[in-house]
């Protein structure tokens, strides 16, 4: 076995650290959290192993699926803006992919799956009935907080760790607003942006070109939107769009989900570090949520 | 042997995974983890499950903090993992520091791993670990394919491996394991000028020199142009590398490169290796060393073999 909390819980039916009794479910802390965040942070968790059933999978835009898996243990603990790391098994495929958690159930567990390479495309093809291997649930999440007023703001595949997010922010009595960046029309998930907009005031979605009622990216439909109204904002997308929005937010209580290469997923590998105020730190463990004034976006 | 004493000699016996490393000490398993799979963070420690592991190796060490390279630093390959890390560590002092209440508390024999641009910063690291207590050794990585300037060339002369690991030796109070690589030919005088210096084992292989091109934006796909290559893919290599090796010199050998099951395991004790060490699987299958560790007890019974080094034994009978 590996070296941190996962393997130790990974196994954790059969036998128990020495000299300490199995700890129920709850009650074991992800330790490096325990440790190093801020108290609003701390959350009670297990990382686990999961072989998880594929119950649905469905496509929902030109390149978006999503896949329904059944799963209890890692489905029962993931905050919004955590992830999973899937084993994907194929030709040239080695390493396990991060997905963000896009909805969870207490039996079960969704992924948004956006096809851009062979994992991607891999797991969109899988089957109903197909087992697959998850990791989770990895990294920090979002910090939820009721009756507060968010804008979260999304683009292309972003839109999967937002939707956990909206719904834990309706569950909350939260108002949340949304704005949704895709490249093209047929990318735009209409199912899923019907349930937001069942949880939101308001939705506005855009598109960087094609017929559609609005053309252009997030940041011009953030010029519409007064930022006075909102005590706190969430982003998630391509490095590139979070950039676009820092001049925008940088004063602003923001907190960003990065999309990172990864190996491990579990912070031994240093294979996705990124530059922030603090030093160095690596996505997968000290994120993927970061604050947006923390990461040095110059180095991005 | 007849059947009857088969039985009777493994009646009531359980196999025996110890493994003797010379001066590096015995091992309760030839499973050893592999520099830079284990991260270097304190919270990992109490989570590893000892009894399937025979000792760590810490993620490689330089003098001073190192960034390490550019994104992105992890790509795939068939069959394989391309990275160009760089060597991200928060340097020795900060290390040392840290030893205290992370490394030095583990059960299981701890292998610092350590890395310097010049023979006299191999040599200042080694001095400066003679601070900490009860590591079991020191691994010379002289062959990391991701760090630029000198680092490279230690490995590419037997007469410079020769110069590190004697000065270091002198230094150190530990013993010394050489790191070498298949870039630096399969030659085996490499192996044996770090042998007459004064090292107590030799890790093969390191990753293998590798690059991957994005042709559609015309630039390397890594960040740090080119990296190294882990992986099942280097595994074949890595096997003729020990077994060529092992043949020449009597230091014991551990063996690593695409070590993915029981069976890859057993092929690098055939092939010479005394211990065995797991990379790039350990991080997509955390419970690999478990696995390992339960192939070879089967194994072992399988085949009537009390323990590792028998295994070796039969396969150089039959290959003789």
Redo the contacts between chains.
């Keep these: 076995m590996d070296c941190r909390r996962v393997l130790y819980v990974f196994k954790r039916e059969e036998y128990s650290l020495p000299g300490e009794e199995t700890r129920s479910e709850g009650e074991v802390y992800h330790s490096l959290w325990k440790n190093s965040l801020p108290l609003h942070w701390r959350v009670s968790m297990n990382v686990v192993n999961e072989k998880c059933e594929v119950i649905r999978n469905e496509r929902v835009s030109s390149d978006g699926h999503i896949l329904v898996l059944n799963s209890r243990d890692i489905s029962r603990q993931t905050l919004p803006g955590q992830f999973v790391e899937i084993g994907c098994y194929g030709e040239d495929m080695i390493l396990r992919r991060p997905f963000s958690v896009f909805d969870v159930s207490s039996e079960s567990l969704s992924l948004f799956i956006k096809i851009v390479g062979k994992g991607t495309k891999w797991l969109s093809e899988l089957n109903s009935g197909s087992i697959v291997d998850l990791i989770g649930p990895l990294g920090n999440g979002f910090t939820v907080s009721s009756k507060s007023r968010s804008l979260l703001i999304g683009g292309g595949c972003g839109i999967a760790s937002l939707n956990l997010l909206s719904r834990k922010l309706f569950d909350s009595d939260s108002n949340s607003d949304t704005i949704f960046g895709f490249s093209k029309p047929e990318e735009i998930p209409q199912e899923v942006i019907e349930g937001f907009q069942k949880r939101a005031n308001r939705v506005l979605v855009t598109v960087d070109k094609g017929p559609y009622p609005f053309i252009g990216n997030v940041v011009d439909r953030l010029k519409e939107i007064d930022l006075e109204n909102y005590d706190r904002f969430y982003c998630c997308g391509p490095t590139r769009m979070l950039k676009a929005l820092e001049p925008f937010l940088c004063k602003r209580e923001v907190e960003v989900s990065l999309e990172a290469r990864m190996a491990c997923g579990i912070g031994v590998c240093y294979g996705c570090t990124i530059s922030t105020k603090h030093g160095s730190k690596r996505v997968c463990l000290d994120g993927p949520v970061f604050k947006m004034e923390e990461v040095e976006w110059n180095e991005m | 042997m007849d059947r009857f004493s088969k039985w009777k000699r493994l009646n009531g016996m359980k196999c025996n995974l110890r493994t003797d490393l010379g001066r590096i000490g015995i091992l309760r398993n030839p499973i050893i983890?592999s520099s830079?799979?284990?991260?270097l963070?304190k919270?990992?420690?109490?989570?590893?499950?000892s009894e399937?592991?025979g000792a760590?190796v810490t993620?490689t060490i330089t003098l001073n903090p190192k960034?390490?390279n550019a994104?992105?630093?992890?790509?795939?390959?068939?069959?394989?993992?391309i990275?160009s890390?760089g060597l991200?560590n928060p340097g020795v002092l900060s290390f040392i520091e840290e030893y205290k209440d992370g490394y030095g508390k583990l059960e299981i024999p701890v292998i610092v791993s350590i890395s310097g641009n010049s023979v006299s910063e191999f040599v200042e690291i080694a001095d400066r670990l003679n601070d900490i207590d009860g590591a079991a050794a020191i691994e010379l990585n002289l062959s990391c394919p991701n760090v630029d300037s000198e680092g490279l060339s230690f490995g590419s002369s037997p007469e410079r491996i020769g110069n590190v690991v004697s000065e270091c030796s002198k230094t150190s109070k530990y013993p010394l394991i050489a790191k070498l690589s298949p870039f630096q030919s399969i030659d085996a005088s490499f192996a044996r000028s770090a042998e007459m210096a004064g090292a107590s084992a030799i890790s093969l292989i390191n990753t293998v020199p590798a690059m991957k091109i994005d042709i559609n934006r015309f630039r390397s796909a890594l960040g740090a142009l080119s990296g190294g290559m882990s992986?099942?893919a280097i595994r074949p290599i890595a096997l003729k590398m020990v077994y060529e090796i092992s043949r020449d010199i009597d230091l014991p050998i551990i063996g690593m490169g695409g070590i993915s099951n029981g069976e890859d395991a057993v092929e690098f004790i055939m092939a010479g290796a005394t211990a065995i060490s797991i990379g790039?699987m350990?991080?997509?299958?955390?419970?690999?060393?478990?696995s390992i560790t339960k192939f070879f007890e089967n194994f072992m019974q399988v085949h009537s073999l009390l323990d590792t080094a028998e295994i070796a034994q039969r396969f150089i009978q039959r290959n003789s």
């Design positions: 983890i830079g799979t284990f991260g963070s919270p990992y420690f109490d989570l590893l499950e399937y592991v760590v993620k960034e390490g994104q992105p630093r992890i790509l795939e390959g068939p069959s394989s993992m990275n890390i991200e992986g099942p790039t350990n991080m997509i299958d955390p419970s690999i060393p478990k």
